[in-house]
């Protein structure tokens, strides 16, 4: 459906006093920037050992998985079926994926112990029967695992997102086995915590092991979670996967949503301490290290126009309060919704700061947004970055691995650092997934 496109980028930008919630900007024509640095399907899909990854659909959805793969290296990880227009009237489909994929692991030097099959939206357009395609593969490849994932962007606002059902699937693949009371997981991360952060230092001091599954080196480690007790997450993705393995393996679960205020911080803390039955250790001079190095870092920074892009943090509203309740001077926020867990900070800087500017990502007038800044401007995130034109900038998505107290005092590092040394912004925005050759 043909869609009138707007001279000016009136509806990608608006103030946040005038801002709505949770749907700030209207639905309508998306426009994709060339700052992708989030990761996708593919780079999570990486993250499990000893997998190889097949993608079913047409040549244009082919073009950036497999550019992807490319770009990490992990071509040797990955194939594809293409799907063309006279499939759809002349092919079997259930038989073509069946067959497509048995001669893809029949090539394979070595079978892979997993496989992430992506079917597209094609397929259930067709009304593919996919109970009988898994069924049939499982009776030919016994010893392989197959795990049932979608790659169907026209269904991304209703139902279970490509990124939920993927993870969902990763974890289903893990078997029932006896619990370890001293075992914990973080799941649906695509970047491990910071070994110091005050959580990895929690959990050691009590003698709990940490398992995760960017640091799995085997699939028999990946398989060694199963035996954790509690899984513990923050990636919004990932409320799925949680769910479902608390009723298949009776793992309990706590939802840790990303936080840069004290008050939270020591909540979830204490969350963490209450679940496993241990005393809180005394956080104080902690809380009051992490207050001194963002009033020694606004100190640095003083006026400087500060922007945070969703791409840095599930949680950029919180993150701008926290900033503009140290004096930060935030100019800009770039996201395209408002979440559950953001719309308390969403409303107090509405109040508070509502001249500050929420800008949209993928609204189509965003390609006629004025990039050139005007001052020195310092950008949390790429797309940040991108849309000032700015080379001082923070190159971190989805919080970097930072928790806590320590997370905050090395974010303000970061951010001084940035302030200082300039970026070649276009080289690393390039770059789908940041770190993703740490995936294999």
Same mark, same amino acid.
């Given at each position: 459906?043909?869609?009138?496109?707007?001279?000016?980028?009136?509806?990608?930008?608006?103030?946040?006093?005038?801002?709505?919630?949770?749907?700030?900007?209207?639905?309508?024509? %998306?426009?994709?920037?060339?700052?992708?640095?989030? +990761?996708?399907?593919?780079?999570?899909?990486?993250?499990?050992?000893?997998?190889?990854?097949?993608?079913?659909?047409?040549?244009?959805?082919?073009?950036?998985?497999?550019?992807?793969?490319?770009?990490?290296?992990?071509?040797?990880?990955?194939?594809?079926? $293409?799907?063309?227009?006279?499939?759809?009237?002349?092919?079997?489909?259930? =038989? @073509?994926?069946? $067959?497509?994929?048995?001669?893809?692991?029949?090539?394979?030097?070595?079978?892979?112990?997993?496989?992430?099959?992506?079917?597209?939206?094609?397929?259930?357009?067709?009304?593919?029967?996919?109970?009988?395609?898994?069924?049939?593969?499982?009776?030919?490849?016994?010893?392989?695992?197959?795990? $049932?994932?979608?790659?169907?962007?026209?269904? /991304? =606002?209703?139902?279970?997102?490509?990124?939920?059902?993927?993870?969902?699937?990763?974890?289903?693949?893990?078997?029932?086995?006896?619990?370890?009371?001293?075992?914990?997981?973080?799941?649906?991360?695509?970047?491990?915590?910071?070994? #110091?952060? #005050?959580?990895?230092?929690?959990?050691?001091?009590?003698?709990?092991?940490?398992?995760?599954?960017?640091?799995?080196?085997?699939?028999?480690?990946?398989?060694?979670?199963?035996?954790?007790?509690?899984?513990?997450?923050?990636?919004?993705?990932?409320?799925?996967?949680?769910?479902?393995?608390?009723?298949?393996?009776?793992?309990?679960?706590?939802?840790?949503?990303?936080?840069? #205020?004290?008050?939270?911080? !020591?909540?979830?803390? &204490?969350?963490?301490?209450?679940?496993?039955?241990?005393?809180?250790?005394?956080?104080?001079?902690? /809380?009051?290290?992490?207050?001194?190095?963002? &009033?020694?870092?606004?100190?640095?920074?003083?006026?400087?126009?500060?922007?945070?892009?969703?791409?840095? =943090?599930?949680?950029?509203?919180?993150?701008?309060?926290?900033?503009?309740?140290?004096?930060?001077?935030?100019?800009?926020?770039?996201?395209?919704?408002?979440?559950?867990?953001?719309? %308390?900070?969403? &409303? +107090?800087?509405?109040?508070?700061?509502?001249?500050?500017?929420?800008?949209?990502?993928?609204?189509?007038?965003?390609?006629?947004?004025?990039?050139?800044?005007?001052?020195?401007?310092?950008?949390?995130?790429?797309?940040?970055?991108?849309?000032?034109? =700015?080379?001082? @900038?923070?190159?971190?998505?989805?919080?970097?691995?930072? +928790?806590?107290?320590?997370?905050?005092?090395?974010?303000?590092? !970061?951010?001084?650092?940035?302030?200082?040394?300039?970026?070649?912004?276009?080289?690393?925005?390039? /770059?789908?997934?940041?770190?993703?050759?740490?995936?294999?």
């Amino acid at each position: 459906m043909l869609q009138k496109i707007h001279g000016q980028p009136s509806r990608a930008v608006v103030k946040l006093r005038d801002a709505s919630c949770p749907a700030p900007f209207p639905h309508t024509l %998306e426009y994709s920037s060339p700052a992708r640095g989030t +990761w996708n399907i593919v780079h999570t899909g990486m993250l499990l050992p000893e997998s190889h990854q097949i993608y079913i659909c047409a040549a244009g959805c082919l073009r950036g998985v497999v550019l992807t793969a490319a770009e990490m290296g992990a071509m040797h990880r990955f194939s594809a079926l $293409e799907f063309r227009e006279k499939d759809m009237v002349n092919t079997d489909n259930e =038989t @073509f994926i069946i $067959e497509g994929i048995t001669t893809i692991l029949h090539r394979l030097p070595k079978l892979p112990r997993a496989v992430l099959v992506f079917t597209a939206c094609v397929h259930h357009f067709l009304g593919c029967n996919l109970r009988y395609v898994y069924d049939t593969l499982h009776r030919r490849f016994p010893k392989v695992e197959f795990a $049932e994932c979608i790659m169907d962007p026209i269904r /991304q =606002t209703q139902g279970i997102t490509p990124e939920e059902r993927e993870r969902r699937e990763i974890y289903r693949l893990l078997k029932k086995a006896p619990l370890d009371e001293k075992s914990i997981n973080t799941i649906g991360s695509n970047l491990p915590l910071d070994k #110091d952060c #005050d959580l990895m230092k929690l959990l050691a001091s009590f003698g709990f092991s940490l398992h995760d599954l960017t640091g799995c080196q085997s699939y028999e480690e990946f398989q060694a979670m199963a035996k954790s007790r509690l899984n513990l997450y923050w990636n919004p993705f990932t409320h799925l996967a949680a769910k479902d393995l608390k009723e298949r393996l009776g793992q309990e679960f706590l939802y840790l949503p990303q936080c840069y #205020d004290s008050e939270s911080i !020591l909540r979830q803390l &204490r969350q963490i301490a209450t679940t496993l039955s241990i005393p809180l250790p005394d956080f104080q001079a902690k /809380q009051q290290a992490a207050s001194d190095a963002l &009033r020694e870092a606004q100190e640095i920074l003083g006026a400087t126009p500060i922007a945070i892009d969703l791409s840095f =943090t599930f949680r950029p509203f919180n993150l701008a309060r926290v900033l503009c309740q140290y004096g930060f001077r935030v100019v800009q926020v770039f996201s395209d919704v408002v979440s559950r867990e953001d719309e %308390e900070d969403f &409303r +107090w800087l509405q109040e508070h700061h509502g001249d500050i500017d929420l800008i949209a990502t993928k609204n189509a007038d965003m390609r006629l947004f004025n990039r050139a800044s005007r001052e020195k401007l310092l950008a949390l995130g790429q797309k940040a970055a991108y849309f000032n034109d =700015t080379p001082y @900038f923070v190159n971190l998505i989805e919080g970097g691995g930072l +928790w806590g107290f320590h997370g905050l005092c090395r974010l303000t590092r !970061l951010m001084v650092e940035a302030f200082h040394t300039p970026k070649d912004m276009r080289s690393l925005i390039q /770059q789908k997934g940041l770190g993703g050759p740490c995936c294999l």
